[in-house]
């Protein structure tokens, strides 16, 4: 829910200039005697009730003012003036549009150009922009504090503003963020496993097909084998029964020679297939 340009109906402040959230100074013994004032003091989360905001459109004019209520203690936001300084606090009952008393809680939000998400406060009642205090000469007390200072735009204060979630709409935001991503990945695993299963499934053809041929491969070579041994026998009978000249010599030597370069091709086939054999069941391992 957006109120005045844009800014969220309950927002969180997180100063641009040391990363803190302005937050409500809460009965603490190191916020001093600026207690119930806010400031940008303490490194909060921006889940903490003490730096939620509620953003009250003016009654009188809407669209370009604003009341700030501090929804830790429910007090609208004023300026407090003590040691001559005007304080933000978060003291105020209600909110009260006068522009002529000091009381006045209307804020006027600056939005700088080029600077998205980007807002300053100016007070209306005293035309002073919203700023933290800080002096290198004071002590850790008062530096930090949000006061209204400055009436010059080098003076305002720049927040980065952002709509408060609850710890609740946090969670089930991380938890519906968690559920889609374990969804994913249990949709990418699942697509893995099925193209595994596919390669496994291709590989194991492809093996088996493999296998075949050296089936085939090994048949080939004993019937090879076995044909040269039967020429090689008769030619042996016939040399021991004819006398065994030199021609029957010289054609068994021939045999041997052919059936030794048939044997290395083969082999060299027999490994070429067993080393594709070997890559297929690598693949699929």
Known sequence: ??????????????????GKYLHYLWNDDSFGPYVNDLGCKRLLDPLSPFVKLEVVPSGSDPAHLIHLRCCHNNKFVKLDSRYGVSWIS????GPDESTARSTCTLFRPIFPPGEPNTVG?????????????????????INGVACAYSNDGQGMHRFEFAAWESYDEKMASK?????????????????????????RASNAANMSAKDGEIQKLRASYEEKMKAKDDEIQKLKY???????????????????????ME???????LEDACREIDELKAASG
Do not use: W
């Open 238 to 260: 016939q040399g021991k029964g004819g006398g065994g000249g030199s021609d029957e010599c010289l054609q068994a030597d021939e045999i041997v020679a052919e059936l030794r």
């Open 263 to 269: 044997i290395a091709e083969l082999k060299v086939q």
């Open 121 to 141: 406060l100016l007070h209306v009642q005293t035309n002073c922009h919203v700023r933290t205090f800080f002096n290198q000469g004071y002590n850790d007390d």
């Open 90 to 93: 978060a003291t105020a009952n």
């Open 1 to 18: 829910m957006s109120t005045v340009a844009g800014l969220p109906k309950f927002m969180v402040l997180k100063s641009k200039s040391d």
């Open 175 to 199: 938890e519906g963020e968690t559920r889609q991503l374990r969804a994913s990945n249990v949709a990418n695993m699942n697509a893995k496993d099925v193209e595994i299963r596919q390669l």
